[in-house]
């Protein structure tokens, strides 16, 4: 498995100027989670199946855009996410 490089996430903000506070982007992150959410509970039948997640290009977009709302969160308030992982 491939480790995290957050510089790219540093280096997307930074060109495309979409940096805020801590208050916009914990909002953001609700509704990135609510979207992955909404993924699980499709590829389930809405609970009635055992979600295939592996193989679901939604659910993997929409884990990517929480991942990297979390990642912008720590990195716009210079949180090192693996410093963080170890506490």
């Not at 790219?8 to 979409?18: D, G, H, I, M, R």
């Not at 979390?70 to 090192?80: I, K, T």
Request: proline share 2%.
């Amino acid at each position: 498995m491939k480790s995290i490089d957050v510089k790219n996430v540093v280096e997307f903000l930074a060109k495309s100027k979409t940096g805020t506070n801590a208050l916009v982007r914990l909002a953001d992150i609700s509704s990135e989670l609510g979207e992955v959410s909404k993924e699980v509970l499709k590829d389930s039948s809405y609970g009635r199946d055992t979600p295939a997640l592996k193989d679901n290009t939604s659910f993997k977009e929409e884990y990517g855009d929480l991942l990297f709302t979390v990642l912008a969160l720590g990195v716009e308030n210079d949180v090192d996410p693996s410093e963080a992982l170890e506490l």
